[in-house]
C-alpha cells in the first residue's frame, strides 16, 4: 500500500481546505482509512476514521461538526476541514488499517502516507 496525501496548505483562520489521500494500489476499498495529525512538539493524534463502507464516521472532538471525512472511490478518501482554527496547524496524515474497520488508535493502522502540512494563521 502507497499513501500519498495532498491539499494542504496556508490558511487563515475561518477558511476550510479539502485533503486527499490516494492510494496507488487501490487497497482502500477493504479498508478503514484515517486521518491522524501532529503538531510541532506534540504526539500524534486521531482526527477522524472512515470505515470500510463509508457507513460508519468517527471524529475526534476537536473536530466534530467542521470536519468531515469521506470517500468517493477504491482509491480516494478526503478530508473536507471547514472553519480551521490556528490550533488546527498541523502535519495531517492518511493511513490505511488493511483490516474494515478501526479505531482511533496509531495502532489500528498499519499503512501510512508522508503528510501533509496545513498551516492556519489567527
Known amino acids: 500500500v502507497q499513501l500519498q496525501a495532498s491539499g494542504g496548505g496556508l490558511v487563515q483562520a475561518g477558511d476550510s481546505l479539502r485533503l486527499s489521500c490516494t492510494d496507488s494500489r487501490r487497497t482502500f476499498s477493504n479498508n478503514a482509512v484515517g486521518w491522524f495529525r501532529q503538531a510541532p512538539g506534540k504526539e500524534r493524534e486521531f482526527v477522524a476514521v472512515?470505515?470500510?463502507?463509508?457507513?460508519?464516521l468517527n471524529y475526534a472532538d476537536s473536530v466534530k461538526g467542521r470536519f468531515t471525512i469521506s470517500r468517493d472511490s477504491r482509491s480516494t478518501v478526503y478530508l473536507q476541514m471547514n472553519d480551521l482554527k490556528p490550533e488546527d496547524t498541523a502535519i495531517y496524515y492518511c493511513?490505511?488499517?488493511?483490516?474494515?474497520?478501526?479505531?482511533?488508535?496509531?495502532?489500528?493502522?498499519?499503512?501510512w502516507g508522508q503528510g501533509t502540512l496545513v498551516t492556519v494563521s489567527s
Open positions: 472512515i470505515n470500510y463502507r463509508g457507513g460508519s
Open positions: 493511513a490505511s488499517s488493511a483490516r474494515p474497520i478501526a479505531g482511533s488508535r496509531t495502532s489500528d493502522f498499519r499503512y
